[in-house]
């Protein structure tokens, strides 16, 4: 076109031109710091936790960025692996040598409680996001609550809420606890703890193994003396699965109690096998199983990973792929501005059912109370969970935390 025919000239021309296409989202590369959107998977790739979370955490986030078609704004999305081997003090070097000087714009995933405020307090410090998957105390978006700090796939309330409430009302009236000796066992005990008094129930007692426990023979021997009718698990891998294993060797359930893990992954269950796990109740935010979307979805992970994925491997994903969208739609990788566009809208995928992103960065949304199948009930590998009953996400997560500097008073 020649624009001195209609009467423009050309300078004018190329004036306008170039503003137009500024104001345009996709061409606003000058909003994309460092011309890279770089996302760092900070996760435990050998130790205790890496089965649900380590390589797979990894190839979550990495299909979520090929799905996404590898750009945002015209600029490409990359990714780095560190590895915290469940060391906050190794977590916390990392994130900051990533802010500073990699230049990574979003962390995520992150297991165990200690690491995940140790990354949650750097982010704070540079002012960058980071997004937790694996980190379940209810005290990050209560007390330690930041603008720069999400929590994704749950917390120990929800899991609390989710099995606590359901044993105690299907007759679990006592319980007793083995609790992972950290700030994710405290949280899962304390919340579990409230949950069973506030129904009428009674916590005989708890015992206190510290993480990665070798023997777990006599926390199990006191929790079967204490003659509860619950042993509740309150730990993570690889405690929780050890102690039903030995629970069920020392006869916990011939003899008429109960064990309910506050935290259970698919993951866990497979390692364990189905006849040492079959009639375990536990909550989960994510079953591959569940319908056609989370099939679709899983048996892409599956082809990659030759296992089906656990909760916190699946939200990475999600969380990912929101971030990006939030990125796409603002224009810029801000992190203030895409943590404000990431809230606006509701989150309904493979992963969230009724989801929500609250002020205080929680995302809340839909839990399922499952129990364990026994191996004759199981028709095909993976086939683990029957899902007992929906638990609403503003009734598992409760409202949220007046602690939290984000709510509103």
């Not at 090929?66 to 990359?78: A, M, N, Q, R, W």
């Not at 007793?176 to 919340?191: N, P």
């Not at 989801?355 to 026994?374: A, F, I, S």
Request: glycine share 8%; charged share 20%.
């Amino acid at each position: 076109m020649n624009p001195i025919r209609f009467g423009l000239p050309v300078a004018a021309a190329f004036v306008v031109t170039f503003l137009a296409a500024a104001l345009l989202p996709g061409t606003a590369s000058a909003q994309v710091s460092d011309n890279v959107v770089k996302i760092g998977v900070l996760t435990d790739m050998n130790g205790p936790a890496s089965a649900p979370t380590g390589q797979g955490s990894v190839t979550a986030a990495q299909m979520a960025i090929d799905d996404f078609g590898g750009t945002v704004l015209g600029k490409p999305i990359s990714i780095v692996i560190g590895d915290h081997q469940l060391k906050a003090d190794i977590g916390g070097t990392i994130a900051r040598r990533w802010y500073d000087v990699d230049q990574v714009d979003l962390i995520v995933d992150v297991p165990v409680s200690a690491v995940g405020l140790a990354v949650q307090n750097v982010a704070n410090e540079k002012k960058r996001l980071f997004i937790t998957h694996s980190t379940g105390t209810a005290d990050f978006h209560g007390k330690f609550c930041s603008p720069y700090a999400i929590q994704w796939v749950f917390d120990t309330r929800a899991l609390a809420v989710g099995t606590a409430d359901a044993v105690v009302k299907r007759g679990g009236d006592s319980w007793f606890f083995i609790t992972d000796d950290y700030a994710f066992g405290h949280s899962l005990e304390r919340d579990a703890s409230a949950v069973v008094t506030a129904n009428g129930g009674k916590v005989l007692g708890s015992v206190r193994p510290p993480l990665a426990t070798p023997d777990l023979s006599s926390f199990v021997l006191q929790a079967q003396a204490s003659k509860a009718k619950i042993i509740g698990i309150a730990a993570g891998p690889p405690n929780n699965m050890n102690e039903i294993k030995t629970g069920s060797e020392f006869g916990v359930f011939k003899g008429g109690q109960q064990m309910a893990a506050l935290l259970a992954l698919i993951t866990d269950i497979h390692g364990l096998g189905l006849q040492a796990a079959q009639g375990l109740l536990l909550t989960t935010s994510f079953y591959w199983d569940m319908d056609d979307k989370t099939r679709e979805w899983s048996k892409r992970y599956f082809a990659k990973m030759n296992k089906m994925p656990s909760m916190w491997q699946a939200g990475v994903y999600s969380s990912v792929m929101h971030y990006l969208n939030a990125i796409k739609e603002t224009g810029t990788d801000d992190p203030l501005k895409v943590a404000a566009k990431m809230r606006e809208k509701p989150i309904e995928d493979f992963f969230a059912r009724n989801g929500r992103l609250r002020e205080d960065n929680l995302m809340v949304h839909d839990l399922w109370l499952v129990q364990v199948k026994t191996p004759e009930e199981s028709k095909y590998p993976w086939d683990y969970y029957k899902i007992l009953t929906t638990i609403s996400g503003d009734k598992a997560f409760g409202p949220p935390d007046p602690a939290c500097a984000l709510v509103k008073k």
